[in-house]
């Protein structure tokens, strides 16, 4: 009897790339509610099952390598999306900023809070390298300056914009720091990202077969290329749906974060529990970090080349917000363990984030 629901899950996973292209391409174009809504499900099954095929593919390269699966993965994601509503909608210079602040404050308040009081509730404490969190850290907090706060003072064009000469430059030198990273992550200071404790459950985990492995690598691919397809053609229906709610602007960009980031929480939540906070940390943090140096860069190549404006500055509110989201996570992530006080404080921070966007 414990056949079958295994063999079901298994036949869902396989299944459900290609199902979700075939709902693309018949109903992408198509508009109306019940379009609309097999997109939806199907967007979320294709997530969700791509999830799946990546723990396979990571499980097998190991660590830190299988890490970058996902995160390449929501890059993918996050560009397309942004591109779709950028190319397709009315002119929207605020929207790669939202969904980058937004896709910030998810990773660092979100992700960050739902791991550490899902781990903690579990394992009561969980340790993690201070060093491979620091690394993400002393990165990522430079670019989020860079691209989100420094627009505001300099004084080429009035803030919050960029010329276009400082737009390509803050690109390059966002890529330049997440090539760095890599390196250090993948080669030079591999040890800063991995478990160190061994896991009792873990040798109970059989590397998958090569075979297997290539499957999901290819139905990883299609998931991915279904939830970016889904997501394009889902993108409009945002924009008009958001418009005439007369909903706040910002609401598309924590839209676009939050499918975006889907993949990430509900691997790095399932490390968590597992009492992998060291992997959960790679993922969160991960995403945070290609979001700028992987998704800035290519959206500013193509907003210059098809001179669409960004508007990368946040408001003075905004930049408060994330000046006391680096003291959390400098504070979370410089100790080395956590408890539920610290994943309970990131948790309401998030909610702060979102009820001022409703009543700034």
């Known amino acids: 009897m414990a056949v079958a629901p295994a063999s079901a899950s298994a036949l869902a996973t396989w299944a459900i790339p290609p199902l979700g292209l075939l709902v693309w391409a018949a109903f992408g174009h198509a508009g109306g509610a019940l379009a609309t809504g097999l997109l939806c499900v199907f967007l979320i099954a294709g997530v969700i099952v791509a999830v799946q095929h990546a723990e396979v593919v990571a499980h097998r390269l190991g660590e830190p390598y299988g890490t970058l699966v996902l995160t390449l993965s929501v ?211 991960g995403s945070a970090l290609s979001s700028i140096g992987l998704t800035i860069p290519t959206v500013v190549v193509i907003a210059v080349w098809i001179g669409h404006p960004l508007a990368l500055g946040t408001d003075a509110g905004s930049t408060v917000l994330l000046a006391l989201t680096f003291v959390m996570a400098i504070l979370t992530y410089g100790q080395g363990r956590t408890n539920l006080l610290s994943g309970f404080v990131h948790l309401v921070l998030l909610v702060c984030y979102v009820f001022l966007i409703f009543d700034p």
Do not use: W
């Open 75 to 285: 890059t993918i994601i996050e560009v397309s999306m942004i591109v779709s509503m950028m190319l397709n909608g009315s002119p929207n210079p605020e929207l790669v900023r939202d969904t980058v602040h937004a896709a910030v404050i998810l990773v660092l308040h979100g992700v960050a809070g739902l791991c550490i009081v899902a781990g903690t509730l579990r394992h009561r404490e969980q340790e993690f390298s201070t060093a491979g969190a620091s690394a993400f850290l002393s990165v990522l907090i430079p670019m989020i300056v860079l691209v989100l706060v420094l627009p505001n003072y300099t004084t080429s064009v009035p803030g919050p914009y960029y010329s276009k000469s400082q737009l390509l430059f803050v690109a390059g030198v966002c890529l330049t720091l997440y090539a760095a990273f890599l390196f250090v992550q993948t080669v030079r200071h591999k040890d800063y990202f991995l478990v160190r404790e061994p896991i009792a459950h873990a040798a109970r985990d059989p590397i998958p077969p090569t075979p297997m492995v290539l499957l999901s690598a290819f139905l990883l691919v299609l998931s991915l290329s279904a939830v970016v397809l889904m997501a394009e053609a889902l993108a409009p229906f945002i924009e008009s749906s958001l418009a005439a709610r007369k909903a706040p602007d910002r609401i598309a960009g924590i839209i676009v974060a939050a499918i975006v980031l889907l993949p990430e929480t509900m691997a790095a939540l399932k490390a968590a529990r597992r009492n992998r906070l060291q992997t959960s940390i790679n993922l969160a943090l």
